[in-house]
């Protein structure tokens, strides 16, 4: 019984990790890595273990870095099956449409605009790899629903508990059985945190945890409460009402919008903000507001509580709307007085939100709400980093409008949650930290030693492979 860690290995990015026993291999997560282009490239054009080797795929979300490799998986010759919760599967549709979509687009651009000495690498996969993936995918309800374990041979067996980080999210508890042992093994894939509107918190795991596999994106941080956000957006959109300006956000389609627009409503509806017209300009977010709306037996009690009981649908209010065409896009262009566009992409590197960042940026009453992680070299950072003038399209726009970065948003647990979620854990041996940058590992890892000296830690590096039935 082993595993390698072949993704979000000392980075928050590709996750992958492989469990071999009996020479049974289950795959945690294929992520697709995002970064530099020619890294990306190198690592995502073909999985570093042979696809038609693995004997099934157990799929902890939907967000991209977790399974934004499956289309390539099954190409090049997977046939098992991809284990997720029902709402992972209708949302990992999008996503990897979406993704196809998207590298279509970008290697149409980069054939026609990239300096002659540039590389334009091909897309890594088209909609057709997509559709294809798509027909291997089991879905396996949260264990709270069923009470049933998932079989995946005579001596292997998993369920899922809810990981509270977005819609569908699980934390995997598998048990192996080798050599006349039994080991549990859990994965977090993505951990949230309590208190998280819409979600529920995170699930505890029951059984025993010999070794458990744990995210730590903010290992050695600590987040301010979700009140405080709530309260800077309450004074965003009463000062944008009274001075008739206009609110940016760039939203990251899957989550970060569900759940800002489930704040504005509850703000709106207990008349502490103004109703302000307000705008989700995001095809892809707009699909999976949908599929959240078909997945209200995931959702917490208290959101239940506050609007299922007035039979209102938790993502719509009367002055919030989605927009479908470009047409109507560009028409927000033309509005006056105050207003809310909420737009992709997050890091302001495509989509519709180039469009608005140009009519506004410009205008010193405007503000950019930021509302999640900017990588280096994004527009976004830049914008973040307080740079002007900034390159949008082909062109350069003065920096006037605030630029206000709210992190509380965050769906990943911080340090004091993780550190409390894993000391609950029975019978904890061995802690193995990915998905994150060295220096919160690290961190997470020094007040892990403190809290619980009996248990190991380890920061796996890229392809590093561990012994789980004697250690
Ligand atoms: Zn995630």
Known sequence: MN????????????????????????????GLYQGKRDVSNQLNRKLPFDPASIDAVILSHAHTDHCGMLPIL???GFKGKIYCTTATMDIAKFILLD?????????????EHAPENQEVFPPFYTKEDVERALSFFEPVPYFRLTEKWQQLNENIRFKFYDAGHILGSAITYLEIKEAGVVKGIGFTGDIGKSGAPILHDPELIEENVDYFISEATYGGREHKPLSVATEQLKALVVEAEKNSSKIIVPAFALGRVQELVYLLHDLTDKGDIPRIPMYVDSPLALNISEVFLKHSEDFNQESWKEFGSRHEQILRFRNLNYIHSIEESKALNTKIGSLMIIASSGMMEGGRILHHLKNNISDSRNTILITG??????????????????????????VKAKVLTIDEFSAHADQP?????????????????VHSELDQSEAFKTIMHQAEPGVSVEIPVLSEKFDLLSS
């Open 3 to 30: 595993i390698t860690f072949f993704g979000a290995a000392q980075n928050v990015t590709g996750s992958k990790h492989l469990i071999e026993s009996n020479g049974f291999r289950v795959l945690l997560d294929c």
């Open 74 to 76: 099954v190409r090049d």
């Open 99 to 111: 993704s196809a979509a998207v590298q279509a687009q970008d290697f149409l651009y980069r054939t």
């Open 373 to 398: 992680y900017q990588a280096e070299h994004t527009l976004g950072r830049k914008i973040q980093d307080g740079i002007t003038p900034v390159r949008i399209f082909d062109r350069y726009y003065d």
């Open 417 to 433: 949650f993780l550190l409390e979620y894993i000391r609950k854990l029975k019978g904890l041996k061995k802690l193995f930290l």
